[in-house]
C-alpha cells in the first residue's frame, strides 16, 4: 500500500453554506486506497482510536477551478432563525427504517438526540457537553470534546458523479457538516450495505471535498450500520466503499401517483437503495416533474437485500400496463435522473404491488393500494376548486400571490345541522397572514395541526414569508372543508397571545 501520493493539508477548509452547492469537479486520485480494517477497531459509540493516528487524505489530481476560498466562502448563506419544535417533525429526507437482523444491534450505547430543523432541510444540533450523540433523523452520529452547535444537511451525490470512479462506489448518504472541527472529534456516517458475515474484503473511505479538491481520507473503522472517520476538517463529506465481494444494498421502494382529471390510475415506483441522498433526489425529480404527483404512503422497506446486477420484476394484481416490466438493480445515487417503473391501470380499482426477484422468485417487497390511499387528496382539491366556481373574479393585488383571487366572493355551504355557514375569504386569510409573527411555524403545527411536511413543501416553494403563512392558513382550510368556518378558526387560535391576531379573528366573526 503505497502512501507517497501526499497526504493533504486540512488547514484550507471549505466553510460553505449547508445548502447544496455547484463544486467544481476535479480528477479524484484513489491511487493509495486502503482498507478500514487496516486501522483500529472500534465499537460503535466507543472511544477506542489511536491518539497519533491522523487522517490521512489522498489529494486528487484537480482544484477546485479558479474560486478556491474565496469563492466558496462567498456562497455563504444564513441560518434562519426560525426554527420547528423538535417533538413535531418527520423531514422529507427522513432516515426509513431498515429491518435486518445483523444490522438492528448496533448503536445502541450512543445518546439518541434530536436535532431542531431549520429552513430547507438543514438541520442544528446542540450539545452541552463531551460525548457521543446520535442524531435521530439522519442517523449520523457525533463525538465531541465539548459544548458545541453543529449544522447539518443531506446533499446529493449527483454533482460528484465523475469523481466516484470504479472500483469505489457510493457506501451511504453524503453530508455538509458545518460546526468548529476542533470540537467535533468523529463523525460516524450511516452507510446503505448490509454487511452480514461479508466485509472482509471490504474497503470503506470517506470522501471529502474542500476548497483545494477532492479526496478520499482513510477511516478509523466500519460497523454494521456506520462509518466512523477522524475530523480533518469541515465540508460535504460522505462514505464509499470497495468490495471484491458482491455488495448488498438495503433496499427501498418508493411510490408517487400522478395527480390528474382522468379517472385511471398511474404511478411512479422507484427502487432505491436505503440512502437518504437517493431519495432525497428522487423526491427533488419529482417535484420539478411537469407533472403533479402526490407520495403514496406504504411501508418502503425491501425485505430482501438488493444486489447490483439482478434482474427485478414488477407484478401487479390485478393486472397493469407496467412499464419496463423488469429492470437490473444497480445503485442510482450518482445519476442525474433515477429511473423509474411506471404502472397504469384504466379503471380505479384496488391492487397490489409486488417486486420479485427474477432468479429465486422470492418477494422484495409488497404493498396493497386502495382508494382511500389517494381518494383524500383529490377530495381536497376539488373543494378547494369549488370554492371559488361560481363567483365573480376580480382584479388581484399586487401585494398577493398570482393563485389567490384578491376579493373572491364567500360562498355559502351547507353544514350537516342546516345552518348555513360562509367559508373564509383568500383575502381574510391573507390579512390574519400579515399578522401572525414569528410563532407561525409552531401555530401550524399545535395549534392547526398541520404535519412538517406539509409546511416544508410551503417553505421550498415560497421565499415570501407572509405568502408562506397564508398557504399554511390554506392548507388548513383544504383539510377542515365545511369545518374551516371563522368560529373554528377562532376556537383554534384563541390562545394566540398577540392581540393584533385576535382582533383580525374578532373582525371575522362580526363578518359572519
Same mark, same amino acid.
Given at each position: 500500500?503505497?502512501?507517497?501520493?501526499?497526504?493533504?493539508?486540512?488547514?484550507d477548509?471549505?466553510?460553505?453554506?449547508?445548502?447544496?452547492?455547484?463544486?467544481?469537479?476535479?480528477?479524484?486520485?484513489?491511487?493509495?486506497?486502503?482498507?478500514?480494517?487496516?486501522?483500529?477497531?472500534?465499537?460503535?459509540?466507543?472511544?477506542?482510536?489511536?491518539?497519533?493516528?491522523?487522517?490521512?487524505?489522498e489529494?486528487?489530481?484537480? &482544484?477546485?477551478?479558479?474560486?478556491?476560498?474565496?469563492?466558496?466562502?462567498?456562497?455563504?448563506?444564513?441560518?434562519?432563525?426560525?426554527?420547528l419544535?423538535?417533538?413535531?417533525?418527520?423531514s422529507?429526507s427522513?432516515?426509513?427504517?431498515?429491518?435486518?437482523?445483523?444490522?438492528?444491534?448496533?448503536?445502541?450505547?450512543?445518546?439518541?438526540?434530536?436535532?431542531?430543523?431549520?429552513?430547507?432541510?438543514? /438541520?442544528?444540533l446542540?450539545?452541552?457537553?463531551?460525548?457521543?450523540?446520535?442524531?435521530?433523523?439522519? =442517523?449520523?452520529? /457525533?463525538?465531541?470534546?465539548?459544548?458545541?452547535?453543529?449544522?447539518?444537511?443531506?446533499?446529493? !451525490?449527483?454533482?460528484?458523479?465523475?469523481?466516484? %470512479?470504479?472500483? *469505489?462506489?457510493? =457506501?451511504?448518504?453524503? /453530508?455538509?457538516?458545518?460546526?468548529?472541527?476542533?470540537?467535533?472529534?468523529?463523525?460516524?456516517?450511516?452507510?446503505?450495505?448490509?454487511?452480514?458475515?461479508r466485509?472482509?474484503?471490504?474497503?470503506?473511505?470517506?470522501?471529502? %471535498?474542500?476548497?483545494?479538491?477532492?479526496?478520499?481520507?482513510?477511516?478509523?473503522?466500519?460497523?454494521?450500520?456506520?462509518?466512523?472517520?477522524?475530523?480533518?476538517? +469541515?465540508?460535504?463529506?460522505?462514505?464509499?466503499?470497495?468490495?471484491?465481494?458482491?455488495?448488498?444494498?438495503h433496499?427501498?421502494?418508493?411510490?408517487y401517483?400522478?395527480?390528474?382529471?382522468n379517472?385511471?390510475?398511474?404511478?411512479?415506483?422507484?427502487?432505491?437503495?436505503?440512502?437518504?441522498?437517493?431519495?432525497?433526489?428522487?423526491?427533488?425529480?419529482?417535484?420539478?416533474?411537469s407533472?403533479?404527483?402526490?407520495?403514496?404512503?406504504?411501508?418502503?422497506?425491501?425485505?430482501k437485500?438488493?444486489?447490483?446486477?439482478?434482474?427485478?420484476?414488477?407484478?401487479?394484481?390485478?393486472?397493469?400496463?407496467?412499464?419496463?416490466?423488469?429492470?437490473?438493480?444497480?445503485?442510482?445515487s450518482? +445519476?442525474?435522473?433515477?429511473?423509474?417503473?411506471?404502472?397504469?391501470?384504466?379503471?380505479?380499482?384496488? /391492487?397490489?404491488?409486488?417486486?420479485?426477484?427474477?432468479?429465486?422468485?422470492e418477494? %422484495? *417487497?409488497k404493498?396493497?393500494?386502495?382508494?382511500?390511499? !389517494?381518494?383524500?387528496?383529490h377530495?381536497?382539491?376539488?373543494?378547494?376548486?369549488?370554492?371559488t366556481?361560481?363567483?365573480?373574479?376580480?382584479?388581484?393585488?399586487?401585494?398577493?400571490?398570482?393563485?389567490?383571487?384578491?376579493?373572491?366572493?364567500?360562498?355559502?355551504?351547507?353544514?350537516?345541522?342546516?345552518?348555513?355557514? &360562509?367559508? +373564509?375569504?383568500?383575502?381574510?386569510?391573507?390579512?390574519?397572514?400579515?399578522?401572525?409573527?414569528?410563532? !407561525?411555524? &409552531?401555530i401550524?403545527?399545535?395549534? +392547526?395541526?398541520?404535519?412538517?411536511?406539509?409546511?416544508?413543501?410551503?417553505?421550498?416553494?415560497?421565499?415570501? %414569508?407572509?405568502?408562506?403563512?397564508?398557504?399554511?392558513?390554506?392548507?388548513?382550510?383544504?383539510?377542515?372543508?365545511?369545518?374551516?368556518?371563522?368560529?373554528?378558526?377562532?376556537?383554534?387560535? &384563541?390562545?394566540?397571545?398577540?392581540?393584533?391576531?385576535?382582533?383580525?379573528?374578532?373582525?371575522?366573526?362580526?363578518?359572519?
Amino acid at each position: 500500500m503505497s502512501q507517497d501520493s501526499g497526504v493533504a493539508e486540512s488547514s484550507d477548509d471549505h466553510h460553505g453554506s449547508l445548502e447544496e452547492k455547484d463544486y467544481p469537479s476535479p480528477n479524484l486520485d484513489t491511487s493509495g486506497d486502503s482498507k478500514s480494517g487496516e486501522d483500529s477497531s472500534f465499537e460503535s459509540g466507543s472511544e477506542a482510536e489511536s491518539d497519533n493516528e491522523e487522517a490521512k487524505p489522498e489529494k486528487t489530481n484537480g &482544484k477546485l477551478g479558479e474560486s478556491s476560498t474565496e469563492e466558496a466562502s462567498a456562497q455563504v448563506e444564513e441560518w434562519e432563525d426560525k426554527e420547528l419544535p423538535t417533538q413535531h417533525y418527520n423531514s422529507e429526507s427522513n432516515k426509513i427504517q431498515s429491518h435486518c437482523e445483523h444490522c438492528n444491534a448496533e448503536n445502541k450505547h450512543n445518546e439518541l438526540v434530536t436535532p431542531r430543523l431549520l429552513s430547507r432541510g438543514q /438541520f442544528l444540533l446542540k450539545v452541552d457537553g463531551e460525548g457521543t450523540y446520535q442524531c435521530t433523523e439522519t =442517523g449520523l452520529i /457525533f463525538e465531541v470534546n465539548g459544548k458545541v452547535d453543529i449544522k447539518y444537511c443531506v446533499l446529493s !451525490w449527483s454533482k460528484y458523479s465523475d469523481l466516484i %470512479v470504479k472500483p *469505489w462506489a457510493v =457506501g451511504g448518504p453524503l /453530508f455538509d457538516v458545518k460546526c468548529d472541527p476542533l470540537c467535533l472529534t468523529s463523525i460516524q456516517f450511516p452507510h446503505s450495505l448490509c454487511l452480514g458475515h461479508r466485509d472482509a474484503n471490504m474497503t470503506f473511505k470517506v470522501f471529502h %471535498v474542500k476548497s483545494t479538491g477532492a479526496s478520499l481520507e482513510y477511516t478509523v473503522d466500519h460497523s454494521a450500520t456506520h462509518v466512523k472517520w477522524r475530523v480533518s476538517s +469541515l465540508s460535504p463529506v460522505g462514505p464509499v466503499v470497495q468490495s471484491e465481494e458482491t455488495v448488498f444494498h438495503h433496499g427501498a421502494v418508493i411510490l408517487y401517483k400522478a395527480i390528474d382529471h382522468n379517472p385511471s390510475l398511474s404511478f411512479r415506483v422507484y427502487v432505491a437503495t436505503n440512502n437518504e441522498s437517493f431519495i432525497k433526489d428522487i423526491s427533488k425529480s419529482v417535484k420539478h416533474s411537469s407533472k403533479k404527483f402526490m407520495k403514496i404512503d406504504k411501508p418502503p422497506v425491501c425485505q430482501k437485500l438488493l444486489q447490483n446486477g439482478k434482474k427485478y420484476r414488477l407484478i401487479s394484481e390485478p393486472e397493469a400496463e407496467i412499464t419496463p416490466e423488469e429492470i437490473e438493480f444497480v445503485d442510482g445515487s450518482l +445519476l442525474k435522473l433515477k429511473s423509474y417503473i411506471e404502472v397504469y391501470l384504466e379503471q380505479p380499482v384496488e /391492487f397490489k404491488l409486488l417486486l420479485v426477484e427474477m432468479d429465486s422468485e422470492e418477494i %422484495v *417487497w409488497k404493498a396493497k393500494l386502495r382508494e382511500c390511499d !389517494w381518494v383524500q387528496h383529490h377530495q381536497n382539491q376539488n373543494i378547494s376548486k369549488s370554492s371559488t366556481s361560481g363567483n365573480r373574479r376580480r382584479k388581484m393585488s399586487s401585494s398577493l400571490p398570482d393563485e389567490m383571487v384578491y376579493d373572491k366572493r364567500m360562498k355559502q355551504i351547507d353544514s350537516s345541522d342546516g345552518v348555513k355557514t &360562509k367559508t +373564509l375569504t383568500d383575502t381574510q386569510l391573507f390579512n390574519l397572514a400579515e399578522k401572525l409573527g414569528k410563532e !407561525w411555524l &409552531k401555530i401550524a403545527i399545535a395549534n +392547526l395541526k398541520l404535519n412538517i411536511s406539509e409546511i416544508d413543501a410551503i417553505r421550498e416553494k415560497e421565499d415570501n %414569508v407572509t405568502i408562506s403563512k397564508f398557504k399554511m392558513l390554506k392548507k388548513w382550510q383544504e383539510k377542515e372543508q365545511n369545518n374551516a368556518t371563522a368560529q373554528n378558526l377562532c376556537n383554534c387560535l &384563541k390562545n394566540v397571545d398577540s392581540v393584533e391576531v385576535q382582533d383580525v379573528l374578532r373582525g371575522f366573526l362580526q363578518e359572519t
